[in-house]
C-alpha cells in the first residue's frame, strides 16, 4: 500500500471516516435492535449520524467523480447527485450491488438508480432519470435530503413531521449506499494483497449478489421468506 499513493490517500481521508461513523452507529445499536419491527424508530443520534453519513456520500461521490473525469470539478456547487452519479455509474456499477447487513438483512442501496444524458427541446443537454429503465432516485436519498431542509416541515402523505426520517430503515441504508460506493472504488484501485491490509467494515460482508431474491425497494428477501 505504501506504493499506491491513490490508496493510500483514499483510505486515510475517506475510509478511515467511514469506519468512524459506522462506530457511531454501532453505539446507537446497542439501544435499539436492529429488526424490522425497529425501522421506524428515529431519534436525535440517527439524525445526526443519517446526515453525516449521506453529506460524505456527497463528497465522496465527487471525488471519484474527479478520478474518472478530471473535467469534472467536485467544487462547483451546482454538482449535484445526477452529475456525479452519471460520471461514474459505468465505472463501478453501484445499483447492481448488495451488501449483508450484519448477516440479517439484505440491501440493495442503489437499486434501479441510473442516470441518463437528455436533450431539451432548445437542443440543451441536461441529465435525468433513465427512463427505459423506470429508474428512481432512492428513497432513502430523498428522506435525507428531507430532513436536511425541511426538518420539522411536516409530510402530509403520511402526517409525521420529516424528523422522523431519521430512522433506523433510512440510516442502514445510507451506510449500504456509503459502504458500497467507497469499497467499490477500492477494489478499483488496490490490488488483491493490498486489500487484505485493509480494515474492514464490522457492519457488512463482501458485495455477494445472490440468485432468486425479490426486490422490496432497497431492501430483498428471499423467496422462501415471501407469504
Excluded at 453505539?27 to 453529506?55: G, H, M, P, W
Amino acid at each position: 500500500m505504501a506504493n499506491n499513493k491513490k490508496l493510500k490517500f483514499f483510505i486515510k481521508n475517506y475510509w478511515n471516516y467511514y469506519l468512524r461513523l459506522e462506530e457511531e452507529f454501532l453505539t446507537a445499536l446497542k439501544y435499539v435492535e436492529f429488526d424490522r419491527d425497529n425501522y421506524q424508530t428515529f431519534s436525535i443520534e440517527f439524525l445526526t449520524v443519517l446526515l453525516s453519513v449521506c453529506s460524505e456520500i456527497d463528497v465522496v461521490g465527487k471525488v471519484i467523480a474527479n478520478d474518472f473525469n478530471k473535467n469534472f470539478i467536485p467544487e462547483k456547487k451546482d454538482n449535484t447527485i445526477y452529475k456525479w452519479w452519471y460520471e461514474i455509474q459505468n465505472f463501478l456499477l453501484l445499483s447492481d450491488k448488495v451488501v449483508n447487513f450484519r448477516d440479517i438483512e439484505t440491501i440493495k442501496p442503489w437499486y434501479n438508480f441510473q442516470i441518463e444524458q437528455a436533450t431539451n427541446k432548445k437542443g440543451n443537454k441536461y441529465l435525468r432519470l433513465e427512463k427505459s429503465s423506470n429508474s428512481k432516485i432512492p428513497k432513502w436519498w430523498n428522506n435525507y435530503n428531507s430532513i436536511k431542509h425541511n426538518r420539522t416541515s411536516l409530510d402530509v402523505t403520511k402526517e409525521k413531521t420529516n424528523f422522523k426520517n431519521a430512522n433506523l430503515k433510512n440510516l442502514s441504508q445510507a451506510f449500504a449506499g456509503l459502504y458500497i460506493l467507497e469499497k467499490s472504488f477500492i477494489e478499483k484501485i488496490a490490488t488483491k494483497e493490498e486489500l487484505k491490509l485493509i480494515k474492514k467494515s464490522s457492519l457488512f460482508e463482501k458485495e455477494a449478489v445472490t440468485t432468486r431474491r425479490v426486490e422490496s425497494e432497497c431492501f430483498t428477501i428471499s423467496e422462501e421468506e415471501v407469504i
